[in-house]
């Protein structure tokens, strides 16, 4: 351990005050949420900035058998796909809401890679509560890029495939696969997304995007590789060509077409899942209808610009003039101007086309050439001071560059082969250039091994001063492919505690202990259970039979911080259920053999948790002993229960 | 931000100091891992201390769609029970392997609560490989607490049930509800676990235990709760009796009645799955009997002590001699000395009997008593120097006192109430009292809010000197129930980094890219895979058919450290596969539409990771497309492959 004070050597004192930058002491809070996307987990992580703490694993695509998200009845339709339950995903690319290029704090909006599609979170919850699929792409890598003032999130195919699917031989690529360019809106009240229109494109790989801010509004740029529209071991032949292409929508032009009518409306399937706030429930639709927008129809709309070779990332600076585009074999980086293309576009300024899209002169776009900042440059983010920050794969580092002069200014290793960084607010009108985190794909040494798979592994920056200075050096979740960080007053004020359960309008919620019952329709049984400090009531069921679905609702009664309830039952083959104060999830349980059953809280909530449980006798099929549940001795049976359950429905209607 | 130097304020020195001291610079490692049980996630996180950064979630209970565990096909046998599949499960109470005493940093086991199982950890691998599961028990809480030499796993049923389970009325639980403790063997060469023997005991409920070491190595020590015998409301019905009980174990009484043959066997059905080591198949098989030792047959061997009230810690210090019994609801704690429980047996110094088994007299069996300590007294660890730290739920707090004079010494806040605590080797006979962690229930406001569940939280003290200092505060994974940290020498060396390759005996490994290739065996169709940077081989598929069902075993032929890579399918009803080098991994794809999909790496392995990706084509049912594969435009079909396959056998058979 190293001494702060009276050493001598700078090393020590240099470490020192990393560690004093680093440290948020017991009780006190971090500056920003750090939002990661959760790569090959499908979940997004929430880290504090600058202690990198864990704060929350946060659900999203894959199921979680932690809190019972995906298990239980309530949260199983987010799954429904257009293929059947897909209980996993891969998410790459956060992106927060904004209001006038800024991050307003709301939602959270990030991509399933595999099964294409866009999910939200809200922010006052940090609950997933909507996912759309994205019909005909494969891969939607390229996604979810937002616009300014979330009009749209955009997104594009990474792997072309036949559209509409159909049975061909893969060789005839070049003449049968196409991509997808897809907008789709996000409701400025409620956040839900609808799928506007799709742009059909040439069969190439979709990569990465960005849409333009301030002077660049109404305008998307998307990478794209494999121009080559080769279909096998791409590493060697998407890798021909000297240079790729770059999209360039103008999406306002696109509207005007909309309006205009000229789409073609075609057949496809895709879901639409999305929770009731006053529920909880997942509510699941198949839609069947996409708007098509072809650029061959619709001049003026789309442009390609040439980018050298095999274009990875690509970041639009916080003026709105700058558009970095990012060769990941190229040994420069090109950087473009806006106004440049507005003026070549107007010129027709033009190297040919492809499939019936201008390709704009490269010259003619270029604001400039970034000459030889080091090896596979792949992201680049910028503070806010005229600096952009990119990472370089293959030479393992961060550089700052002025983004004016293009002259290099810093550059810092990392440990190793960083993937994506984030500055918070970094691809905003208004960065906070406080602090950067470079997100590294490879980890070997860096941390106590654990065996031969290991955390990745991210780096935190003070980017406050002329040079880089690494402070922080934190494994994270999974793989975090991209992240955005917010400041922590974005989000804090408006964090629900817990959910009102005056508000709960489950239909299976019991709003009160004395409502608890047990009922059957069939051969299935629901259960109104309650749980509050320290008991489930009922907490004795009798006569429940084999072959019987026993549907298990609880509600948690508590209206208070921090007091979730969960349930588990011995033998389920399924995840337990974690409810939160207020709120009423559901546990089916299908009994496999007589007996009696144990069945506990698994949220140790109290002094008196241990004791918080109760059984459940299950009985042969086509038994006679009687439906009987109870808390404490006092049963009740059917008849009973239609009785007091009148009787409190009575007493309820009067307290309100 | 504070400065460590030149400050005069005296609070801002001491943060400077507890900065330092959890601060672990880039590229320094941790000095300890922590090992924490997820609760409720059912899974193990793998701390660094003093750092609090999170290695690793290792999976064991729950399927884990971040890597495939229990989706791939290898790893599913892992969730088989005399249930069926159970993907979750609620994990507890951490227990490192022991040598004589001490932490060996061999393996890891943990307890599955809600379908009574024990998980075995590998920390060569930091991988799970084999869960055994205990039969007739329900709730398994009381668990795995491990014996010195790492003889036993022993462990207790938290909720009494039926034995054998049967169709009773609730109410009839002092007649027909039992509690076993039970008795697991562990191999000293390679782990595998064995149920040696079950005691069948009165219904309480079992809820914590440890073994003697050193002088009272031998014998066993399980508090008890609910001695009422009560089955509804426990929170009040079971906290009636001023004192609960203790239940002493003699196990080595217990092997000489096994060796007499006095033991009963039981038809009963649990499973045990173990993963095979060279092939990393997990094999699943259920057995059928088990044998029962009956206290009232086997006298000597059985005692119990009354402890006050409702008692939950059972801890034994590191000589042994002192067992510390916390009632919680007790106003005191009650420590036992082993020599004064021996000489009360050897006087026959009982107080009545329950079922048969003797009571010792409290006084005669008691050390002393720490009076008015804290209140809800849970858990107690040792620091080695004869000092003692126990947690206090209700009053938030952590109690350093004299385990000899049962002095009060220090006492430190906790936010908020503090379940578990550790320190590293702190239930063994030698423990390294560098750190102590207490592991709180309730976080509220300690960190960022992240909406109404939240991380649970962490509290790091130096308890180096006289007083415990708080110096880092750090939020953890789902609900760590208990930890166990071990010093990094003991583990790390050890580490595997990857899997040789030649070791492979996975029957469906694919030895070499050259032997890469597909196989119809009516409607299952194997695909032969391999990964090495930057293609999968085969990446080009014809010929899979709607109703086929296809399993895709991905070789992953890479021979670093940490290159691991994934696959995923577009559409495929499953998680993905994250496969480490020199592994084989399985995932089956059911394709529901006909098309050409996609498919992935989802490891950011190499610059050229993105081009990683290929096609399968699916054609209708009775469809005459060939089967065929390929890689860069080289297709085969089935009868070349068999001559190709043959070649390269012999190939691979000469070079060898």
Redesign the interface.
């Known amino acids: 351990?190293?001494?702060?004070?009276g050493g001598t050597d700078t090393n020590q004192?240099m470490?020192?005050?990393?560690?004093?930058?680093?440290?948020v002491?017991?009780?006190e809070?971090?500056e920003y949420?750090a939002f990661m996307s959760?790569?090959?987990?499908?979940?997004i992580t929430?880290y504090?900035l600058p202690s990198?703490?864990?704060?929350?694993?946060?659900p999203v695509f894959?199921?979680y058998?932690?809190?019972g998200y995906g298990?239980s009845e309530e949260t199983k339709p987010m799954f429904n796909?257009?293929?059947?339950?897909?209980?996993?995903d891969?998410s790459h690319h956060i992106e927060l809401s904004q209001t006038e290029g800024e991050f307003d704090g709301r939602w959270l909006f990030v991509n399933g890679?595999?099964?294409?599609r866009i999910a939200r979170i809200d922010l006052?919850?940090?609950?997933t509560v909507e996912i759309l699929e994205i019909p005909d792409v494969?891969?939607l890598?390229c996604a979810p890029f937002i616009t300014e003032n979330s009009e749209y999130l955009v997104s594009g195919t990474?792997?072309s495939?036949?559209i509409p699917?159909?049975?061909?031989?893969?060789?005839t690529y070049k003449e049968n696969?196409k991509g997808l360019i897809n907008y789709v809106t996000v409701d400025p009240e409620h956040g839900h997304m609808d799928l506007a229109f799709q742009i059909e494109m040439p069969g190439f790989?979709y990569?990465l995007a960005r849409n333009g801010k301030a002077i660049s509004h109404g305008w998307s740029f998307l990478t794209t590789?494999?121009s080559e529209q080769e279909?096998?071991?791409?590493?060697?032949?998407?890798?021909q060509k000297d240079k790729d292409l770059m999209a360039v929508v103008n999406w306002k032009k696109a509207e005007e077409y909309l309006e205009q009518g000229k789409f073609t409306e075609r057949e496809t399937s895709y879901f639409h899942n999305l929770m009731d706030e006053g529920s909880g429930i997942v509510n699941s639709t198949e839609r069947s209808t996409t708007r098509i927008l072809d650029p061959k129809e619709c001049p003026d709309m789309v442009y390609f610009i040439p980018v050298p070779k095999?274009p990875?990332g690509c970041d639009v600076d916080p003026t709105g003039e700058y558009i970095v585009g990012n060769g990941?074999?190229s040994a420069d980086m090109s950087v473009y101007s806006f106004s440049k293309i507005m003026q070549a576009i107007e010129e027709e300024n033009f190297d040919g086309e492809f499939d019936g899209i201008p390709i704009i002169n490269y010259e003619a776009a270029l604001h400039g050439i970034v000459e030889k900042p080091g090896l596979?440059p792949l992201h680049t983010e910028f503070d806010g001071r005229g600096n952009a920050y990119t990472t370089f794969?293959?030479s393992s580092e961060v550089v700052k560059w002025d983004v004016e002069s293009k002259e290099i200014l810093d550059r810092q290793p990392t440990?190793y082969s960083p993937?994506h960084l984030v500055i918070p607010g970094g691809e905003t009108r208004n960065p906070d250039g406080k602090y950067l985190v470079a997100m590294n794909?490879?980890?070997?040494d860096?941390?106590?091994?654990?065996?031969?798979?290991?955390?990745h592994s991210a780096?935190l920056f003070d980017i406050s001063g002329d040079k880089m200075k690494?402070i922080?050096?934190?494994?994270t979740?999974?793989?975090p492919?991209y992240a955005q960080a917010i400041a922590?007053d974005k989000?804090?004020p408006n964090?629900?505690?817990?959910?009102d359960i005056e508000s709960n309008t489950h239909p299976h919620a019991t709003m009160g202990e004395s409502r608890s019952r047990v009922e059957r329709n069939g051969n299935e049984v629901h259960v109104y259970m309650t749980a509050i400090r320290?008991?489930l009531a009922p907490?004795?069921i009798?006569g429940i039979k084999l072959g019987d679905r026993v549907y298990f609702h609880l509600t948690n009664l508590e209206q208070d911080?921090?007091v979730?309830h969960?349930l588990?039952?011995?033998?389920?083959?399924?995840?337990?259920i974690?409810v939160?104060?207020g709120?009423t999830r559901t546990l089916l349980w299908e009994p496999?053999?007589?007996?009696?059953?144990?069945f506990?809280c698994?949220?140790?909530?109290s002094?008196?948790h241990?004791?918080?449980?109760?059984?459940v006798?299950?009985?042969?099929e086509g038994?006679d002993?009687p439906l009987k549940w109870?808390?404490?001795?006092e049963l009740h049976n059917d008849e009973e229960a239609a009785l007091d359950f009148q009787e409190n429905a009575r007493k309820l209607a009067h307290n309100r």
Request: negative net charge; proline residues 7%.
């Open positions: 351990m190293l001494h702060a004070c004192m470490e020192g005050d990393a560690a004093q930058q680093a440290y002491a017991p009780g809070y971090d949420y959760g790569g090959y987990s499908g979940q929430a504090g990198g703490r864990l704060l929350k694993e946060i894959s199921q058998p932690e809190n298990y796909t257009s293929y059947g339950f897909v209980p996993w891969d890679n595999n099964t294409p006052k919850t940090f609950e494969a891969g890598h990474r792997f495939v036949p699917q159909k049975d061909v031989p893969i060789d696969f790989n990569d590789y494999n279909h096998s071991l791409l590493e060697v032949n998407a890798s095999s990875h990941k074999l596979g794969f293959i440990f993937g794909k490879i980890t070997k860096r941390y106590l091994p654990t065996g031969p798979e290991l955390a780096q690494l922080l050096d934190f494994p979740k999974a793989e492919h922590a989000i804090q964090s629900v505690k817990f959910f320290s008991h907490d004795n009798e911080w921090d979730p969960g588990a039952i011995q033998g389920a083959t399924n995840a337990e974690l939160m104060p709120q496999k053999r007589q007996g009696v059953f144990a506990y698994t949220d140790f909530c002094a008196l241990q004791e918080m449980s109760g059984y006798r299950v009985s042969p038994s002993v109870g808390l404490n001795e």
